[in-house]
């Protein structure tokens, strides 16, 4: 049983258009959401995170929306950058559990000039 | 500031054989995992580590072994290497507080024949 789910394998938009994507959790002892970008050949990189008590953070063109009741978050990106372009993993953690954390399959973002 | 380091970068292994991943932080951070990824997968935890001498299984520990002598090393022991245990490895450092933000080497990409 998959915990934390990514649906949609790939997106594609076109440059300075908002990018959107999606994860789905079923463990309701997460408390602690963030999201990773991944570039070819090269390890995670933390991009934004979100905890329970927060429905919305903002870091610049990132914004991670946390819908709770429907175990439900987003990533926005805007305006989108062909630097966007990479997977992006969504993770879920039950803190203080930290080093532990549970990953979706991940969405290749690729964003077109 | 290296922050995690790992190596080789790239290993063949035959069926049978026997080898440790290594890895290395410099960030003092009291937390580190490894996790395993597969084509079209996410990360999924091998082992993790609290604290030097303190370890535990994750969601796929089978074939593998650690051990955490010091802060800043964890190795990851391959027993008897089999073709499922091809995959790119991650080691992941954390300093907790809270937020379990993990840091992620470059990755071993490990091919068993």
């Known amino acids: 049983d998959q915990q934390v789910k990514q649906n949609s394998p790939s997106l594609s938009v076109q440059e300075g258009r908002i990018s959107i994507l999606n994860c789905d959790y079923t463990n309701s002892m997460f408390d602690y959401f963030l999201w990773y970008k991944k570039y070819p050949a090269e390890g995670p990189t933390f991009l934004i995170s979100?905890?329970?008590?927060?429905d919305k953070n903002e870091d610049g063109r990132f914004t991670v929306f946390l819908n709770k009741s429907a175990k439900h978050l987003s990533l926005h990106i805007v305006p989108s950058q062909p630097g966007d372009s990479a997977v992006y993993f969504c993770?879920?953690?039950?803190?203080?559990?930290?080093?532990?954390?549970?990953f979706g399959d991940g969405t290749t973002l690729t964003v077109k000039p | 500031n290296a922050g995690v380091t790992q190596t080789p970068k790239f290993q063949v292994l035959k069926t049978g054989q026997s080898m440790t991943l290594q890895c290395a932080q410099d960030?003092?951070?009291?937390?580190m995992s490894w996790y395993r990824q597969d084509p079209g997968m996410g990360l999924r935890l091998i082992h993790y580590s609290v604290g030097a001498g303190i370890t535990d299984q994750g969601e796929v520990p089978n074939g593998y072994n650690v051990s955490r002598s010091t802060t800043e090393d964890f190795p990851l022991r391959l027993l008897s290497a089999a073709p499922s245990q091809t995959s790119v490895y991650f080691c992941?450092?954390?300093?907790?507080?809270?937020?379990?933000?993990?840091?992620f080497g470059a990755g071993t990409r490990l091919s068993v024949l």
């Open positions: 993770a879920a953690s039950a803190v203080p559990n930290a080093g532990k954390s549970t």
């Open positions: 979100i905890s329970s008590i927060k």
């Open positions: 960030m003092n951070h009291e937390y």
């Open positions: 992941a450092s954390s300093p907790g507080q809270a937020k379990n933000i993990q840091y």
